[in-house]
């Protein structure tokens, strides 16, 4: 095992599923674990999520990890669109959570439309016609099937929230969708034909370093000193303040999201998708997708040290060229893989961590400059 000792990771990202559309070899559909100061969260949920959390979690247990990924520990889930390889997984997952005993909430989050709302509101007992201008995967109509097909009061022993979020109303400054003890949840429209959105997480800037021999020099006794550095809110014999961490975990979109600029950051690790590489720029604009250089592009307009690339197609089985297609335009791009761990530290320090057969292979260790 290879945990840094001591180390406090306020962001652990476990990325369960990094295939488009379709599971490939040792590649699944969309779905990571998300650790944050707040609790842990869900961003998007394929099919077998629950399975992917549990060999995971088994996995993290059997080398001795204190980071894990317990389905129980989930607070929230927080789906990115509509498509079925980002969401089928959910229904089945609550179930799963049901037979485990859970009694906590949950909440669940997603993009819609205001004319889908309006469509379910109105009580239609069919899916919208194509020329309605709703899809039929959007996630009101897709919700409103689940309640009544399992999700439903009294079939589930714990409480589901069903948050849905108009992408009419998301302008390009983002809105506040959830908050879990300070850690802060914002979701921007992207574009991707379908209503979709990508979520920026931040957490709470942190007490500088404690200084114990400063505090000694001060002629504090021990009992004083411990004191202190036990309470969070003094910045006493501290160095300076820890700043907020951010990352944005982003669906399927094009490349052309106007929120996507500097004023969204400072960001840590933008996780984008990459479904295509150069020679598919055009398939990627067709169906509101990215290429990996395009992917690049958004980060370095961001300002974010890390570009994470995930979602590729299943007709790659080679994705380096994608990974030199990305490092042209950005320094820091990485491809992920099933069972990556990306943590951000509250120093600022971003490691990703590699899955073997018993230890976390340290991949890539990326300090503040
Ligand atoms: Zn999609």
Request: aromatic share 6%.
């Amino acid at each position: 095992m290879s945990e840094a000792p001591g180390s406090f990771n306020v962001l652990s990202l476990h990325v369960l599923g990094t295939s488009s559309a379709k599971p490939t070899k040792g590649r699944s559909v969309s779905g990571s674990y998300l650790m944050t100061p707040g609790g842990a969260v869900l961003v998007d949920c394929g099919e077998g999520m629950q399975e992917r959390i549990a060999v995971h979690d088994r996995w993290l247990r059997r080398i001795g990890s204190e980071d894990r990924t317990r389905l129980g520990r989930v607070r929230a889930v927080l789906l990115t669109h509509g498509h079925l390889d980002h969401c089928w997984g959910l229904l089945p997952m609550l179930h799963t959570m049901d037979k485990d005993g859970r009694t906590a909430p949950l909440a669940i989050h997603g993009p819609t439309s205001r004319a889908a709302l309006r469509w379910v509101e109105e009580g239609h007992n069919s899916a919208p016609s194509l020329d309605s201008g709703i899809h039929p995967g959007d996630l009101a109509i897709q919700f409103d099937w689940w309640r009544r097909h399992g999700g439903k009061e009294g079939t589930l022993r714990f409480d589901v929230e069903w948050n849905l979020h108009p992408v009419d109303d998301i302008g390009i400054d983002g809105v506040e969708i959830l908050n879990l003890d300070g850690t802060l949840f914002h979701a921007f429209q992207t574009n991707h034909g379908v209503p979709s959105i990508a979520y920026r997480v931040r957490t709470p800037s942190v007490p500088g370093r404690f200084n114990i021999e400063d505090a000694r020099a001060s002629g504090l006794d021990e009992n004083a000193i411990r004191d202190i550095a036990k309470d969070s809110n003094s910045d006493e014999h501290r160095g300076p303040r820890r700043q907020e961490r951010t990352l944005i975990l982003s669906g399927d979109t094009a490349a052309n999201v106007s929120s996507f600029n500097e004023s969204i950051g400072p960001v840590d690790v933008l996780v984008h998708e990459a479904t295509f590489d150069d020679a598919h720029e055009e398939q990627a604009s067709a169906y509101g997708h990215s290429t990996a250089r395009q992917a690049a592009h958004v980060g370095v307009e961001m300002g974010a040290r890390l570009v994470a690339l995930n979602h590729f197609s299943s007709r790659f089985q080679d994705l380096s060229h994608l990974g030199d297609e990305a490092a042209e335009i950005h320094p820091n791009c990485h491809l992920l893989e099933d069972g990556d761990r990306l943590q951000v530290d509250r120093d600022g320090m971003i490691r990703v961590d590699r899955r073997t057969a018993d230890a976390w292979a340290n991949i890539l260790h990326l300090g503040l400059e």
